[in-house]
């Protein structure tokens, strides 16, 4: 239980700042088969879960048998700075007045399902802000318990949690069908104008967190 709830504020630091993501299933849930946005939706879960997985498993090889808990200390500090630098980058980087879909983007309308798939897997564990986060919430993990079944049970209400955003419409257009195409085009329109914000500030607040916390563990 105590691995979820750790896990719980960085899973929500995922789903905010994969908002630039959703545009992704966003436009294939509008443009392509369904079966094209629940592939990318797929791809996204298994580069959460491979990169989450990768990390913990090394903790208990490499960190927990050691006894060393410091290093916990030092990663968090280490993590915590790049999100600050990411967050601050990404602040720089934001247009508000006429901002620009991400490069990514391109080619969604003939995008198959292959494709689709391995851009969401690509998306998942190359994207930066994305690793750093996963990073963070496999760290917290794996310090919070070494049962392995708690750590999964922990993973997968984070991977879940964080891809809420990315699942939406995929969701949507199976609650609503055609109806969908209208609140998936508005809610396209307003993340694209305001997400790289929001994005740098739930990055930034939550670097001085996860820093400050790492320093506080490493004077005690």
């Known amino acids: 239980m105590t691995a979820v709830l750790v896990a719980l504020p960085l899973a929500f630091a995922l789903l905010l700042a994969a908002?630039?993501?959703?545009?992704?299933?966003?436009?294939?849930?509008?443009?392509?088969?369904?079966?094209?946005?629940?592939?990318?939706?797929?791809?996204?879960l298994l580069g959460v879960l491979l990169v989450g997985g990768v990390v913990i498993a090394l903790i208990d090889v490499l960190v927990l048998p050691s006894g060393n808990s410091t290093w916990f200390a030092y990663a968090k500090i280490v993590i915590g700075l790049l999100l600050i630098l990411l967050g601050l980058k990404r602040w720089t980087d934001r247009r508000e007045s006429d901002p620009e879909p991400p490069g990514w983007l391109a080619g969604v309308e003939a995008m198959s399902a292959g494709k689709a798939f391995g851009l969401g897997l690509l998306l998942a564990t190359l994207n930066p802000k994305n690793v750093v986060i996963v990073v963070a919430a496999a760290t917290a993990i794996g310090e919070a318990t070494p049962v392995p079944a708690q750590q999964i049970a922990a993973l997968l209400v984070f991977?879940?949690?964080?891809?809420?955003g990315v699942a939406a419409p995929v969701v949507a257009t199976l609650a609503l069908g055609d109806r969908a195409d209208e609140r998936l085009a508005a809610a396209d329109t307003w993340m694209t104008r305001h997400s790289g914000t929001i994005v740098s500030i739930v990055l930034v607040v939550l670097g001085v967190v996860v820093a400050v916390n790492g320093s506080t563990a490493v004077t005690r």
């Open 159 to 164: 991977t879940v949690v964080g891809s809420l």
């Open 19 to 44: 908002l630039p993501v959703v545009l992704v299933p966003m436009a294939l849930a509008a443009k392509r088969p369904p079966g094209v946005a629940r592939a990318f939706l797929a791809g996204w």
